[in-house]
């Protein structure tokens, strides 16, 4: 019976693991075109919030000439530098998708790092002020001379508490 | 009833004012009578609220087109169902509906402490009151939803009219979930009221620390819960309406409602240190404070304009309503804190690094980062045109490469935190607990790479996923091995025994599992593909495995709307599989049309078709179809979180003595010259 559970635990764990196979999907990443992926650093301009390249609105007359002008840039090898310029003085910087990673936009890329380097330093800084002295660690023993019975009471509810889950 | 919920809304406003002012009095003068009275007026309030959310929606039911919020919501044929949405669906009402939300909230505490908490409960209820006053100052003299309809006279007085039939709701707001949606996430925002009342009350009130934590988390969790359901409600509307194709599109709108969400999840997390160890008191007493305020600016956000958004209402001065209150909020939290800070300070330390208290720390860091930059993203195109005069806009790009790996990060300590030890986590224990989950994420993620899952982020995700399940899975099996050996029962009664016994900690095992169920959902997005084409009838298209063809079109006129459908035969591998009817709708009474997408989901995939509508060149109909794997695990997943956090709101069924020798007759025993000395056995119940 012990061995049947051991190998049922194993056969579990190995089922646990193999679970993505489950998710996968069949086939692979579908590899999209530069146009497309310059595409979705714009947003479309006709008021719908969505990215240039998933505006769904049949006859948006705005993302499909924003689109044929994407399409004859890549055509002519235009840089990805060029593609935004020609964007940007077009309808103004309410196109990036993105903001750009320079000037003022910066600022949005490094906030989110600079929060989290911040908020890193100040919990190691927390962490090592509410560590206790090695001295403190060492608690004296429930018998020791001195310690009132409300006071072992009062730690022993509080143990109690603590260790309730 | 114009007139009748125009008055009632005013009383409210009255009474109020009264608990306010009078709940400062009574806590000056410490009268019972001015206490008691006080809290009627609490409680008179909410019932005059919703006599005036009732009025209105009668108004709605009644078809009365002489009410100008009526008028521009709702038409004659709107059914019943949706003329209860209407209610919502504008600025005036949605409002008067939040009232609604948060007096349902104002009465339930007032009623189920009016004998308790003697102390603190005349600070919860002029905290309540105030925030009262504020949402029914927007109702009465503001956006007040008994606006009758006028039209200036020959004489240029203003005349009372009544219109034939309204303009008819938002096609967009037709929708089953727009019913359960909106309210959910109301009762989210709203709900945060109650934990901030009893956290500022309890400053004010220098009142013990665990008791208000006590007091409040159920609140909370009741509150985080709404939110939970009405942002993944939101996400599956956005999903089944909008017909991009995605769920989650970092609007403004989405992110107000996701920013109290993040902070509120800290707040339960951190809440167990101030619990179990009396720690971080001042934290959590500021993580309920911006909470609240963080509801507050997203109604701001959603309401006036700041942000545009397609989901906003329209643009109004209403903002500089919500500014004001924000100010005067800050203004009283700071003030209180600075007051009484002194009764905030830790009772506790720290003993080790490796514990369940740093990992909590660590847990509100990221929760805490992830939150400042979503609001930063959301509000930067505003400070932008503020500073440099362009408004520069962000975007889902943006959003997705910041809070995908602080998701993970996230989704990494649900793993950790919760199998370390409070005070100190040994080497051993560590090797105990983290030993084979390690083991078999790292499989996991071998085979998936084995496979040619190349995509990082996806890939990191699902290896997360499964280190997760498999130390939540474990924490369960090592739980109720221990059960079913006592007990003999299966394993897994074992298991919900177990979860009985401490539904809190198991409850909040349930909610990781549901977390980690969404995870592996949204770890699927990176493989999205889709495909657009113009079809004329007995025309195929292709996407993945699947092969679509347009059998036919047909029109079906309904009471409040015209559909036009496209039926289209779905076959995979080239055998015959199902119908499909994506359909556009298009309304009588307004210009705008509705899109019913037409979805076949399965744990692997969402074959998702939308009739996306003619196109102005060949009049032919457009279908754009796109192939979602693993969308359906993240509605699962959201139920799952709804479920264990039920769970976790359960009293824990408590181990309570009986004495089995009471079984034989105490003169038995006697004969045998026994003393009646029972045997001590444990049975479960409720406490």
């Not at chain 2, 009383?11 to 006080?38: D, W």
């Not at chain 2, 079809?535 to 079906?556: A, E, F, K, N």
Request: glycine letters at 8%.
């Amino acid at each position: 019976m012990t061995k049947v559970r051991r190998w049922s635990g194993v056969a579990m764990l190995f089922a646990m693991a193999a679970a993505p196979l489950l998710i996968i999907p069949a086939e692979g990443q579908q590899l999209t075109d530069r146009a497309k992926q310059i595409g979705g650093k714009f947003m479309c301009m006709c008021g719908c919030s969505q990215v240039l390249t998933q505006c769904n609105h049949v006859g948006c007359t705005t993302s499909a000439g924003m689109l044929k002008e994407l399409d004859q840039a890549v055509t002519r090898g235009d840089s990805e530098t060029a593609v935004t310029q020609m964007f940007v003085q077009e309808f103004g910087t309410k196109v990036y998708a993105e903001p750009p990673k320079s000037g003022v936009s910066l600022i949005a890329w490094s906030l989110p790092s600079i929060y989290l380097a911040l908020g890193t330093i100040l919990v190691v800084f927390v962490i090592s002020r509410w560590r206790k002295p090695p001295a403190a660690r060492t608690a004296p023993t429930g018998n020791t001379p001195g310690v009132s019975a409300e006071l072992l009471e009062r730690a022993r509810a509080q143990a109690a508490r603590e260790t309730e889950d | 009833m114009d007139v009748f919920g125009s008055f009632a809304l005013l009383l409210a406003f009255v009474c109020a004012v009264y608990a306010f002012a009078g709940g400062i009095a009574a806590i000056l003068t410490r009268h019972p009578l001015l206490v008691k009275s006080t809290r009627q007026a609490g409680i008179a309030t909410c019932c005059l609220v919703f006599l005036g959310t009732f009025s209105l929606e009668y108004l709605f039911f009644s078809d009365n087109f002489a009410n100008a919020y009526v008028v521009s919501h709702s038409n004659r044929d709107l059914s019943t169902f949706y003329k209860i949405a209407a209610l919502w669906s504008g600025q005036e009402g949605s409002l008067l509906f939040w009232s609604f939300i948060l007096a349902i909230y104002v009465f339930s505490v007032l009623i189920a402490y009016r004998n308790k908490n003697g102390e603190l409960m005349p600070y919860v209820g002029v905290v309540m009151a105030g925030v009262q006053i504020f949402f029914l100052t927007l109702n009465n003299f503001v956006v007040s939803p008994f606006k009758a309809l006028a039209i200036p006279g020959a004489n240029g007085t203003m005349q009372l009219v009544a219109r034939g039939d309204g303009n008819g709701l938002t096609p967009l707001l037709q929708y089953p979930e727009m019913v359960i949606h909106p309210p959910n996430l109301y009762s989210g925002y709203t709900g945060f009221t109650i934990p901030f009342a009893f956290a500022l009350g309890a400053l004010l009130a220098r009142y013990p620390g665990e008791k208000w934590i006590h007091l409040t988390r159920k609140w909370t969790m009741i509150a985080w819960t709404f939110q939970t359901m009405g942002i993944l409600l939101g996400a599956h509307w956005a999903y089944a309406v909008l017909g991009w194709g995605g769920y989650w599109g970092w609007d403004p709108v989405e992110n107000a409602s996701l920013l109290p969400w993040l902070t509120g999840t800290a707040f339960l997390h951190s809440v167990m240190m101030q619990e179990k160890r009396g720690m971080m008191k001042v934290w959590n007493v500021w993580l309920v404070f911006c909470t609240f305020l963080l509801c507050i600016l997203g109604t701001l956000l959603t309401r006036s304009g700041v942000v545009s958004s397609v989901h906003a209402f329209a643009q109004s001065s209403i903002g500089n309503w919500f500014v004001g209150f924000i100010v005067i909020i800050l203004l009283v939290c700071f003030g209180a804190y600075v007051k009484n800070r002194d009764y905030l300070k830790s009772e506790n330390q720290l003993d080790a690094i490796v514990s369940r208290e740093s990992s909590f720390l660590f847990n509100n860091l990221v929760l805490l980062v992830a939150c400042i930059a979503v609001l930063s993203g959301t509000l930067f195109p505003v400070f932008s045109e503020w500073f440099t005069g362009d408004r520069i806009s962000v975007g889902a790009p943006f959003f997705n490469k910041v809070n995908i790996p602080l998701g993970l990060l996230l989704l990494f300590l649900t793993g950790v935190g919760p199998l370390l030890a409070w005070r100190k986590t040994s080497t051993e224990s560590l090797k105990r607990n983290f030993g084979w989950p390690l083991a078999i994420g790292v499989l996991g993620g071998a085979i998936t790479f084995a496979l040619g899952f190349r995509q990082f982020y996806s890939l990191v995700c699902l290896i997360l996923c499964v280190f997760v399940a498999s130390t939540i899975t474990m924490e369960f099996y090592r739980g109720a091995k221990v059960i079913r050996t006592r007990s003999g029962a299966s394993l897994a009664a074992s298991a919900i025994d177990l979860t009985m016994r401490n539904t809190r900690r198991y409850g909040g095992y349930i909610v990781h599992m549901g977390m980690v169920l969404i995870f592996i959902g949204l770890a699927g997005a990176a493989f999205n593909r889709d495909v657009q084409k113009e079809m004329q009838l007995g025309s195929t298209m292709q996407i993945g495995p699947y092969t679509l063809l347009l059998q036919s079109v047909d029109t079906r006129p309904e009471k409040n709307y015209t559909a036009e459908r496209m039926i289209v035969e779905v076959m995979k591998n080239n055998k015959p599989m199902m119908m499909l009817y994506p359909e556009k709708r298009r309304f009588a009474t307004t210009v705008e049309n509705g899109t019913m997408v037409a979805i076949y989901s399965t744990l692997k995939e969402d074959l998702y078709v939308v009739y996306a509508g003619q196109s102005p060149d060949t009049q032919l109909p457009v279908i754009h179809a796109y192939l979602n794997p693993l969308v359906k695990w993240i509605w699962f997943g959201g139920v799952v979180v709804v479920f264990g956090t039920l769970v976790a709101l359960l009293p824990n069924r408590r181990a309570v003595l009986v004495l089995s020798g009471a079984q034989q007759p105490v003169g038995q025993q006697l004969q045998h010259g026994l003393t009646p000395s029972p045997s001590v056995t444990m049975r479960e119940g409720h406490d």
